[in-house]
T-cell receptor, first 110, second 113 residues
């Protein structure tokens, strides 16, 4: 299974942008890059995914490096409700298997 | 209208007992999963079913037996419960071939005493 590496924790102030990095140097050509977040006492929640091009949705933006060996999840204006553990994962469409790493705990201060 | 629902939400039981956790999804997805999240918050896939067929079976003790009566349901039966089985179990679903995201349930916290 391809591995992802993320910082253990990051801090942000409310209303500021947050850039959450992820390295996935062993990504294969058919792997999608997925991001999930898990709020306390809840199940993981899908945030965004992409293959090669940058992606935007109502929750976040995903910037994918040209060589696809890294990506960055961008929260444009952090709120207190964005405090969660953010997981960067890879999904091989053949087996549709998501393998989670340890994630980044995002702390948001008022 | 919950997309992926699990029951029960909490389960406290004694060692050696047998218990089941149920999961249902109303998203029309063709694939369902069970994940285990241990006390260190590490999420690990256990099983996956696609249209009632087992496609992923990670190294899980055979005391754990999943059953999928139809593509909208995936249940998890655990025999002879052990202390180490205490964890939060999450069910999820997705549509294979789209590369799209999983939808997770809210989890079942199992405590074995």
């Amino acid at each position: 299974d391809a591995k992802t590496t993320q910082p253990n924790s990051m801090e942000s102030n409310e209303e500021e942008p947050v850039h959450l990095p992820c390295n996935h140097s062993t990504i294969s050509g058919t792997d999608y890059i997925h991001w999930y977040r898990q709020l306390p006492s809840q199940g993981p929640e899908y945030v965004i995914h992409g293959l090669t091009s940058n992606v935007n949705n109502r929750m976040a933006s995903l910037a994918i490096a040209e060589d696809r060996k890294s990506s960055t999840l961008i929260l444009h204006r952090a709120t207190l409700r964005d405090a969660a553990v953010y997981y960067c994962t890879l999904m091989n469409t053949g087996f549709q298997k998501l393998v989670f790493g340890t994630g980044t705990r995002l702390l948001v201060s008022p | 209208d919950t997309a992926v629902s699990q029951t029960p939400k909490y389960l406290v039981t004694q060692m050696g007992n047998d218990k089941s956790i149920k999961c249902e999804q109303n998203l029309g997805h063709d694939t369902m999963y069970w994940y285990k999240q241990d006390s260190k918050k590490f999420l690990k896939i256990m099983f996956s079913y696609n249209n009632k067929e087992l496609i992923i079976n990670e190294t899980v003790p055979n005391r754990f037996s999943p059953k999928s009566p139809d593509k909208a349901h995936l249940n998890l039966h655990i025999n002879s419960l052990e202390l180490g089985d205490s964890a939060v179990y999450f069910c999820a679903s997705s549509q294979v071939g789209t590369g799209g995201g999983y939808t997770f349930g809210s989890g079942t916290r199992l405590t074995v005493v």
